[in-house]
């Protein structure tokens, strides 16, 4: 992402992570690929999740994937030249694991093994319901926020 795209998202991520409804919970994560090697995108781009309520699984890579590097802000990954998985907890550090060759939806495949549960892949189960709980999540959180 360009420097400016940055800095939008970190101002607009500071506002969600003060929401009540998030209450400091915050974890993010990005399965990033690089101009030369998608990572299993069809194009590269950025795309973060935010997973409010899941600041402690920050860890869930830990011991499946290498950590190549940590980087206090996300503006410091500026460069940065091999497919990888980043998670942020809480605007911490950012963590930057190794995902050359991992599997599309690695990021979701982890996090329900640890959840216990078995439907990860949204091409076989889009669970529909809970996309429409996430936007309502979303939509009352953000209800009442004024962007400058």
């Known amino acids: 992402m360009p420097q400016e795209a940055i800095r939008e998202y970190e101002n607009m991520v500071q506002i969600f992570f ?3 409804q998030i209450g400091g919970n915050l974890l993010e994560a990005e399965h990033g690929s690089t101009p ?3 990572a299993g995108a069809c194009v590269a781009h950025t795309h973060i999740h935010l997973l409010p309520g899941f600041m402690k699984h920050h860890d869930f ?3 499946r994937l290498q950590v190549v590097e940590t980087f206090p802000d996300l503006n410091s990954i500026l460069g940065f030249s091999q497919p990888y998985i980043l998670l942020r907890a ?3 550090n950012a963590v930057i694991f190794g995902a ?3 599997p599309t939806q690695t990021i979701r495949r982890v996090l329900c093994d640890r959840l216990g549960e078995t439907n990860w892949d949204w091409r076989t189960d889009p669970r529909n319901e809970l ?3 996430t936007v309502a999540f979303w939509k009352a959180a953000l209800a009442n926020v004024k962007v400058a």
């Open 18 to 20: 003060r929401l009540p």
């Open 36 to 38: 030369n090697c998608h």
């Open 100 to 102: 050359d060759s991992v």
């Open 61 to 63: 890579l830990n011991g």
């Open 90 to 92: 809480n605007l911490g």
């Open 131 to 133: 996309i429409e709980e």
